[in-house]
């Protein structure tokens, strides 16, 4: 067992040094990390913000607030652990006593922990409950949505949050396939979408369930749904100057974080053909990554995972 406060195997932090760059740390600071996790971003953070920084970490899993509680017990009531979703975070920081923030950080992957422990039902590696909740206590897992949505609502979910080219296909063989007897397994899953794939897919480098798992995780954690309200709230949560970074992990994450940061950062929404501007929107962020910052090539290959990583920040100014 590792000594308390150690770095943990339990999820190795991505772009580490690039986060506590881009939020600009300083000593008094109070941050706020949305996706606790083993604590790795957090740690980083107290760290740089010694003596008297404070940390608000933030997750729905009970697994990484015991890890991470464990990470950050040196730093003692500097980190502030919740249960809950950083899609409310006006409302947990108000029940902290805290008003507007210095930083946000929030990782979008799922963690190194989530995948490998099997019952969790996150990965297609080996067997285990179809599950992929990320709060246990959800009352809707991935067992839930493939047998008893119906074949146009499953289509829609792999084709909108997987981007699945063949969503029909596998939303036809999943119904088929349930009328013998409820699919309950990831490895059964993971079977039946193959089959309906062509020999070059299956046998390619991206295994031909990768796009379809990610879309029921997302679906049953309505994760976009997270993602597009915690931008709005944290946005409204950081003071002048804040800065708020977030690392995405697939396209559709990416697309939107960019797009949202981009309106933020406009202010005016009328439209481009009127001469005069009627809405009075004000820009609220500067986007500080006209490109998002990507792993260098040594952490993709200490940490694979990280490859398609994409840390994305904006500044505060009004």
Request: hydrophobic share 40%.
């Amino acid at each position: 067992m590792n000594d308390a406060g150690a770095p943990s195997a339990y999820h190795e932090p991505v772009l580490l040094n690039e986060v506590l760059e881009s939020l600009s740390l300083k000593p008094g600071g109070i941050y706020v990390d949305g996706t606790l996790g083993g604590g790795g971003h957090a740690r980083g953070i107290l760290a740089a913000t010694s003596p008297d920084g404070i940390l608000v970490g933030i997750d729905r899993d009970d697994d990484a607030l015991a890890e991470s509680g464990r990470v950050l017990e040196p730093f003692g009531r500097r980190a502030m652990l919740v249960k809950g979703n950083y899609a409310d975070l006006e409302d947990i920081l108000t029940g902290l006593g805290i008003g507007r923030v210095d930083g946000i950080v929030l990782d979008l992957g799922v963690s190194s922990h989530q995948l490998e422990t099997t019952e969790r039902g996150f990965s297609f590696s080996k067997p285990a409950p179809l599950d992929m909740r990320m709060d246990r206590e959800a009352r809707t897992t991935a067992r839930d949505l493939v047998n008893r949505a119906d074949a146009r609502e499953i289509e829609r979910i792999l084709r909108d949050y997987g981007e699945e080219l063949l969503a029909g296909h596998i939303a036809r063989a999943i119904v088929e396939r349930r009328k013998t007897a409820p699919i309950e397994t990831t490895d059964e899953l993971a079977g039946i979408i193959a089959s309906v794939m062509p020999a070059r897919m299956r046998h390619g480098r991206i295994h031909p369930a990768t796009r379809s798992f990610q879309a029921l995780r997302i679906a049953v954690n309505d994760e976009l749904t997270s993602l597009h309200r915690g931008i709005a709230a944290g946005i409204d949560s950081l003071k002048e100057g804040g800065r708020f970074s977030v690392i995405t992990f697939h396209s559709l994450e990416d697309r939107m974080v960019k797009d949202l940061f981009r309106d933020a950062s406009r202010g005016c929404t009328c439209p481009a053909d009127l001469p005069v501007c009627a809405c009075g929107g004000k820009p609220r962020l500067r986007v500080l990554t006209r490109k998002p910052v990507r792993p260098g090539e040594w952490e993709m290959e200490q940490n694979p995972r990280a490859r398609s990583a994409k840390l994305r920040t904006a500044e505060r100014v009004g």
